[in-house]
């Protein structure tokens, strides 16, 4: 079966991909190394600082608490000190490099243990000490988001979880013949276009024209190929026939769109999807033909060959069960009725599905298992930016008089005529453009960037659109600066108990006026998850190189389901509208999960270029060479590193076994048999987690590079067995 993830190599999909790499990585990683920064070498003028691989223990919006183990190789010493320090900092993220700088950092405590027991007066651990102290807060050390991620304890991390997330399902439609599903936001909006006789359908992203005179809709497809009909929810045709006027208002791809068309192949074309016309919420899936089960191997769990949507089928219970927008839904048959299943319901092989098969990719929506985990830690890890007061500048335009509407269960109002959240709350405007907040005292301004939010803003409910905009912060600020971050919360990924979902599941209208301005979407788009590009979309069409384009304009950051500037529609046209979204059988490569909303063309010029600091250490900060990255510390400020013999402990004498090392501090210490047992235990459990979550960052972020370089982070992709997906 020919998908959209087919290219030259059509049964290399990126799961498969991505298992090559690892493979091929394994030794690497075996040794701990993670070959972009650690260890790091700082140069001071008393000597080398080598500092290992940060142990994070907790993250509070951008600032970080954390350990680490050091080695200061000082000049007038043949012997490099070994120590422990602790440090809280602001944390500067990149999502689009997966990049976090650990910057303004504060030195709380440093131990150094085996100078405890040489320097009786403290003279020299006082020294090592202030070096520490005065030459770190001068650094800026990178770590990337994985490694950060998977080392973060998640008992200790506040989750930024929402228990009203709506679960109904939306209407489910399954057809057994290759179709794509059209969404429009209720009935159609039709607005004439200037200077002809055609009219514009703009409460869709999809490119639908009127011919009035023949009374016609038109619906691109793709290059030269349209489908027409004389009702829109009727039967569409493939139309070889295009009026100029009509073919002349394609949508054209633009340099700066940062899209890519679908790269061609010699796939044999499928014949041409039908078309399904939706006016509610609603989710299409489609197989090529009569549903056919494959067995997922480890399992008693059927899942539909057939197909590009995750459909799985229990074999004892004889239940179906699909994942839409993270969503769980379960049915005794095909044709529904479907209702929500919370994942302590689903059945227990759900979490035993090989990360490398068919289905690898619905493990994000099983509780418990790794990739689960790590989604829900990923969704916590802020975007941050530093914010300049002077440049950030904001324009609020609205679509005729001021209009503004409750907010539910808040006394809070909100202007529903505009595409940026507007929210009057005591006396004051409030507005959040691409995860900054503004402030002023008039709806129309002056806006000035905000340097603090009322607590009051951010029990907007999710039933209303701009709840979004609760994941947007504000850290702090300076006369010259505000420090800013977002969740991807804002982008539309919530954690809903102990998995992600996509979207509030809430139906919210868009505003019909002279210009059209969409609100965030949940359903429709068949969108899923990729652990590295974040979330995809797709149209549950997998025969053959059939695209669909998007729009006049496509999505701007995230578009009908992000948040973003949509300068909605006027006479059938949007203000500041980008290249067409193509996508289809290969599903959309464009995600919002993953985008740094900061990076935008409008934000660049709203933000400082570097994070504060991290200039400072450029010029002498290196990785280093020829050091492996197995050096800990743990909570008592003992260094530790693991070999091949196991754990060795830093004392007075040099490396020695954990064993022998423990022994002697007990010895010491006096503590009975059984503490000195339970004391060992937990002393080695925690080196044993911070080391397999070393090697967990570590592999993911060789895995997300290798992704990179091989092209294969288009979200929604379907991995393992060369079956395509996202479609």
């Known amino acids: 079966m020919a998908t959209w993830r087919n290219l030259k190599l059509k049964s290399l999909t990126w799961m498969s991909l991505l298992a090559f790499c690892l493979l091929s990585l394994s030794t690497a990683w075996a040794q701990e190394e993670s070959i972009d920064f650690w260890p790091q070498e700082i140069e001071t003028q008393k000597g080398i600082v080598v500092v290992y691989q940060p142990q994070p223990e907790k993250l509070e919006g951008n600032k970080l608490s954390s350990m680490a183990a050091v080695a200061i190789e000082l000049k007038d010493s043949a012997e490099p000190v070994f120590g422990a320090i602790w440090f809280e900092a602001r944390l500067d993220t990149d999502r689009d490099t997966r990049i976090a700088t650990i910057i303004d950092i504060t030195v709380t405590q440093v131990r150094f243990p085996e100078q405890d027991e040489k320097d009786q007066d403290g003279k020299k ?13 001068k650094w800026g050390i990178p770590i990337s988001m994985d490694e950060l991620m998977t080392t973060l304890e998640l008992a200790e991390t506040r989750a930024e979880a929402t228990q009203k997330i709506n679960t109904d399902p939306p209407i ?11 969404t429009l936001d209720g009935k159609e ?4 276009i200037e200077g002809s006789k055609l009219k514009r359908v703009v409460n869709t992203p999809f490119t639908i024209l009127f011919e009035t005179s023949k009374k016609t809709y038109y619906l691109y497809a793709d290059k030269d190929t349209w489908y027409t009909a004389s009702d829109i929810k009727g039967d569409w045709a493939i139309t070889k026939t295009v009026p100029a006027e009509i073919a002349a208002l394609a949508p054209k791809e633009e340099a700066d769109s940062g899209d890519q068309a679908p790269e061609e192949d010699d796939t044999e074309p499928g014949p041409p999807p039908k078309v399904v016309v939706a006016t509610e919420p609603t989710e299409l899936i489609s197989s090529n033909g009569k549903p056919e089960f494959a067995p997922l191997s480890g399992t008693d769990l ?13 074999i004892k219970k004889q239940e179906y069960y699909i994942l839409l927008s993270g969503r769980w839904f379960m049915s005794k048959k095909m044709e529904g009725p479907w209702k929500y299943i919370p994942g302590d319901k689903l059945p227990a092989d759900l979490a035993k599905i090989p990360e490398d098969s068919e289905m690898g990719t619905v493990l994000y929506a099983v509780p418990g298992t790794d990739v689960a985990k790590e989604a829900v830690l990923d969704a916590q890890i802020p975007q941050t930016a530093t914010v300049d007061r002077k440049k950030a500048t904001l324009t609020v335009e609205y679509d005729g008089e001021l209009k503004f509407e409750p907010i539910p269960t808040t006394k809070m109002t909100y202007a529903i005529n505009t595409a940026t959240p507007v929210i009057l709350l005591d006396g004051k405007y409030y507005a959040c453009d691409e995860a900054i907040w503004f402030v002023a005292n008039s709806a129309k301004g002056p806006w000035q960037v905000a340097t603090s939010i009322p607590d009051t803003i951010y029990t907007i409910p999710p039933e209303s659109p701009i709840y979004n905009v609760t994941y ?6 300076t006369p010259e600066v505000v420090y800013v971050g977002y969740t991807p919360g ?8 102990t998995t992600i979902v996509y979207g509030t599941g809430y139906y919210y209208s868009g505003w019909h006026g002279h210009y059209y301005y969409p609100r965030p979407a949940t359903w429709g788009f068949h969108v899923r998850w990729n652990p590295w590009a974040g979330w995809g979309v797709g149209f549950s069409y997998g025969y053959g190189p059939f695209r669909f384009s998007i729009g006049v304009g496509g999505w701007y950051r995230g578009g009908w389901w992000g948040p973003g500037r949509h300068r909605g529609y006027r006479h059938g046209y949007r203000h500041g509208s980008r290249a067409g979204y193509r996508a289809g059988y290969r599903a959309g490569s464009r995600n919002s999960g993953r985008n740094n909303m900061y990076n935008s063309k409008q934000n660049k010029a709203r933000a400082k270029a570097q994070p504060a600091g991290a200039h400072k250490r450029q010029a002498t900060a290196r990785a280093s060479t020829g050091r492996a990255n197995n050096v800990y510390a743990d909570k008592n400020g003992n260094v530790n590193r693991k070999t091949d013999k196991g754990w060795e402990q830093r004392t007075n004498n040099g490396w020695e076994s954990k064993n022998k090392a423990s022994q002697g501090q007990m010895q010491r210490d006096k503590p009975t048999q059984t503490q000195q047992q339970r004391t060992k235990q937990q002393q080695t459990q925690q080196l044993d987690r911070s080391q397999q979550a070393r090697q967990q960052g570590n592999k993911r ?12 982070r288009s979200g929604g992709s379907r991995g393992g067995g060369g079956r395509g997906g996202g479609g």
């Open 125 to 137: 651990v006082d020294k090592l000490k202030k070096l520490l102290e005065e030459e770190m807060p």
């Open 302 to 314: 059927l899942y539909m060959s057939n197909t590009d949507s995750d459909v799985l089928m229990d």
């Open 490 to 497: 804002y982008t539309n990924t919530y954690v809903y108990n």
């Open 701 to 712: 972020t060789n895995s997300y590079n290798q992704s990179r370089s091989s092209g294969s």
């Open 172 to 182: 489910i439609i399954f057809m057994t013949e290759p179709a794509v599903l059209i």
């Open 472 to 477: 947007v912060r504000i850290y702090d600020s």
């Open 189 to 192: 909006s039709l607005q004439e």
